[in-house]
């Protein structure tokens, strides 16, 4: 013990007096660990919540365009949709007995950077979304807000907002005419939910058809296994020219052939999951959806449903895991490229420590001889020159770890900015720990030359020489 901390004050002293070469091979260490790790945190949170984002989502349907662009706008809500789709187009295809679930979105505006979206309350299944204060939405302008969005904004239940045409902050006209009130507020699912502001799929389409009349009140959400894709034309509103009675709030499942006028008193039975009511496709012909998000209804579906859609010459499909694959495929080039840059700086810093503890014993060989003339063994002239490496790479560590972390925190805080992937630095990850034990033994395998020079070279008979 003795010996140990005789050695540990011999490599503290040297390291002391050496302070600009001692700075620069800890800062030159700390830069490559600290890299690594940046790039590791946001590679590996980024790839976690959109997986969060994409499970249970097998398919995406959207108008004709590029695949991944469907995915990143449908899906992560990150991009400019393609396009949208008539719902008449795609109701025979979501009706596919493949078909377990299909969710509609409607996009097209936002409010202070945070999106709008159109959606089936079977959305909230998707996500497991729970609303931490108020309620859920039960008829056109009623809007619910993520918990990012919410926290964001500073809006609460019974607070009332203008939309803003277009999917950026300032990006279009304002609807002054149509203001949406506040009726719920989720809680966090850690989810692209949190960034999202959702309302009824009729609150889009009464936006951006002016002439259309006020249209019916949402359904309570579907369960699980059923087919929401008949949500489209049984929740929302009805196209100029319906006549029969809104006095009272119709039910989802109730959908009427325009210029009916029978009572609405009765229930209606439903329709079967994965079915759309045939007599209604005249009412909701022309109403348009941004995307649907599919759920297979069996694995086999996936073969084969994709190519059906595509057949289609006003639709596509596009698999969120292909698409993920691809574009993290081509990120991680880059990635791999700063990954590379950032091991080339810890070897030389590696480099740096080997020819920084060679030139000191070079300098002090008489020193460490003189230290065995007063009695160290040479175990100690050994742990001195192994603890100044050691003690340089546990300081690059401590700078690169925390160099890495703010730097994520600094990359996530600028995506926070702009309601993208939530990232951040206030992490850990097991990655991490391989990445500071790589850079410790690169600084001891640095020690490990001098050391044995040291161990060969500090001998009483060198005094001799001088």
């Not at 691809?326 to 091991?343: E, M």
Request: proline content about 5%.
């Amino acid at each position: 013990m003795n010996q140990l901390a005789t050695a540990f004050s011999i490599a503290a002293a040297y390291l002391r007096e050496k302070k600009l070469a001692t700075a620069l091979n800890v800062l030159l260490l700390g830069l490559g660990v600290g890299t690594i790790i940046a790039l590791v945190l946001l590679l590996a949170q980024a790839e976690d919540r959109m997986e969060r984002d994409s499970a249970g989502i097998d398919l995406v349907i959207g108008a004709k365009g590029s695949p991944m662009q469907l995915i990143l706008s449908s899906v992560f809500q990150v991009d400019i949709p393609t396009g949208n789709i008539l719902a008449a187009d795609a109701a025979p295809i979501i009706s596919s007995p493949m078909v377990k679930r299909a969710v509609p979105l409607a996009l097209g505006d936002s409010y202070k950077g945070f999106r709008i979206v159109g959606a089936s309350k079977d959305y909230l299944h998707l996500y497991q979304g729970k609303v931490a204060g108020g309620r859920l939405w039960e008829k056109p302008l009623e809007a619910v807000l993520g918990a990012d969005a919410a926290r964001a904004t500073g809006l609460g239940v019974g607070a009332e907002f203008v939309g803003t045409h277009g999917l950026a902050e300032g990006g279009g006209s304002e609807h002054g005419d149509h203001p949406y009130i506040v009726v719920g507020v989720l809680a966090s699912s850690g989810t692209v939910m949190d960034r999202l502001i959702l309302t009824d799929l009729a609150s889009v389409w009464e936006l951006h058809d002016h002439t259309a009349p006020p249209a019916m009140a949402s359904a309570p959400s579907t369960p699980a296994k059923q087919n929401t894709a008949k949500d489209v034309k049984h929740q929302h509103g009805d196209k100029p020219g319906n006549k029969h009675d809104h006095a009272h709030d119709a039910k989802p499942q109730h959908g009427d052939k325009p210029g009916n006028k029978h009572d609405h008193a009765h229930d209606a039975k439903p329709t079967p999951a994965g079915k759309v009511d045939d007599h209604e496709h005249g009412e909701d012909e022309k109403r348009e959806v941004t995307a649907y998000l599919i759920q297979y209804a069996t694995p086999l579906a996936a073969v084969s449903f994709p190519r059906t859609v595509n057949a289609s010459s006003a639709m596509q499909a596009a698999s969120p895991a292909l698409e993920s694959a691809r574009l993290f495929q081509l990120v991680g080039v880059g990635v791999t490229a700063l990954k590379g840059f950032a091991v080339v700086m810890m070897v030389c810093a590696g480099l740096g420590i080997f020819i920084g503890l060679m030139n000191a014993l070079d300098e002090r060989r008489a020193d460490l001889a003189l230290l065995r003339v007063l009695g160290a063994s040479p175990m100690v002239v050994v742990l001195s020159t192994m603890l100044q490496g050691a003690i340089l790479g546990i300081l690059g560590v401590i700078l690169g770890v925390t160099m890495g972390h703010a730097a994520a925190e600094w990359i996530g805080q600028t995506f926070a900015a702009s309601q993208r992937v939530a990232i951040g630095g206030r992490v850990w990850i097991t990655q991490e720990w391989w990445i500071i034990g790589g850079a410790l033994v690169l600084a001891l395998v640095a020690s490990l030359m001098p050391a044995w020079r040291a161990y060969r070279d500090a001998t009483p008979e060198l005094l001799a020489e001088k």
